[in-house]
């Protein structure tokens, strides 16, 4: 416990992603928040893992994470000012014993807690854990065309996914499991939290209509890849309508032949819609 925390790589990476999230301009003023499973092991070399700044309640059960640490953005923090304080604006977080609270580590120096989203993040990282052990990230920001299909296209999820598998020949490869799509649910909430949480055991994306996208993955390039892939796919749907609709398009059988060069398998089902 010598070394100091702002040069931990799992702050970079935070200070990254959330840099790049802003610049993109997928994180105006509070929106956005990240989460980032960390292992014990990559954690006490920066702190005193017995030293706890403050113990924070959470409104939901998290047992099944109990002992676990997380770096997590904090509510209402700006991701464009990250980078200049990442003190104030990150926290590393560790769910205690009962599952009931979480134990502050490091940050949120103003008094502040974790993101508003923490039941979303939290029960994703549960949901995903159960289906692959090595997921380690959860993200959610408002991806702007992204968020703009979801007021112009069909909410119908393999209807949604062939559309953007359709726009980018890379997107197939990319998500071949597809997108989620939620009704429209209130932010922060239980709810939205479970019903993220349930379809991310089929999907590491998950749209929230009029509100943004969720993406789960094992590292930061992986979960920023996937936002960054299905997010350009519907830029160019946009541009696409705008410039007067698909005259053409990627054929079902060039798609099949795409999964089979690339050895994925599209969720069954979402080919043919
Ligand atoms: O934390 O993006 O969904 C700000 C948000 C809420
Ligand atoms: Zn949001």
């Known amino acids: 416990m010598n070394k100091n925390i702002l040069d931990a790589p799992f702050i970079k990476e935070m200070i990254e992603?959330?840099?790049?999230?802003?610049?993109?301009?997928?994180?105006?003023?509070?929106?956005?928040?990240?989460?980032?499973?960390?292992?014990?092991?990559?954690?006490?070399?920066?702190?005193?893992?017995?030293?706890?700044?403050?113990?924070?309640p959470i409104p939901f059960d998290g047992e099944d994470l109990k002992g676990r640490y997380f770096v997590v953005t904090g509510s209402g923090k700006y991701?464009?000012?990250?980078?200049?304080?990442?003190?104030?604006?990150?926290?590393?977080?560790?769910?205690?014993?009962?599952?009931?609270?979480?134990?502050?580590?490091?940050?949120?120096?103003?008094?502040?807690?974790?993101?508003?989203?923490?039941?979303?993040?939290?029960?994703?990282?549960?949901?995903?854990?159960?289906?692959?052990?090595?997921?380690?990230?959860?993200?959610?920001?408002?991806?702007?065309?992204?968020?703009?299909?979801?007021f112009s296209h069909e909410l119908d999820e393999k209807k949604f996914t062939k559309t953007l598998w359709?726009?980018?020949?890379?997107?197939?490869?990319?998500?071949?499991?597809?997108?989620?799509?939620?009704?429209?649910?209130?932010?922060?909430?239980?709810?939205?939290?479970?019903?993220?949480?349930?379809?991310?055991?089929?999907t590491r994306l998950v749209i929230w209509p009029q509100h943004g996208v969720y993406g789960a993955g094992r590292n930061m390039d992986e979960v920023y890849g996937l936002i960054e892939t299905a997010e350009k796919a519907a830029q160019v749907y946009t541009y696409v309508m705008?410039?007067?609709?698909?005259?053409?398009?990627l054929s079902v059988e060039n798609l099949q032949r795409l999964a089979d060069a690339f050895g994925v398998i599209p969720r069954a089902g979402y080919l043919n819609e």
């Open 79 to 150: 991701f464009k000012n990250v980078q200049n304080d990442p003190a104030c604006n990150l926290g590393v977080i560790r769910v205690a014993e009962d599952g009931q609270s979480v134990d502050l580590l490091w940050g949120y120096t103003d008094g502040g807690v974790p993101t508003s989203e923490l039941p979303s993040h939290l029960m994703t990282h549960i949901s995903r854990l159960s289906v692959d052990p090595t997921n380690r990230i959860v993200m959610h920001c408002h991806a702007t065309h992204l968020l703009a299909m979801t």
């Open 166 to 202: 359709q726009m980018c020949t890379e997107c197939l490869v990319v998500f071949p499991e597809g997108v989620s799509i939620l009704p429209w649910l209130i932010p922060g909430s239980i709810e939205i939290g479970k019903a993220t949480a349930e379809k991310m055991k089929t």
């Open 242 to 249: 705008a410039q007067g609709g698909i005259k053409q398009t």
């Open 17 to 56: 992603v959330t840099t790049n999230l802003y610049n993109h301009g997928w994180d105006e003023r509070n929106g956005g928040n990240v989460s980032y499973l960390l292992d014990k092991s990559e954690v006490i070399d920066y702190l005193d893992p017995t030293k706890i700044v403050r113990n924070i």
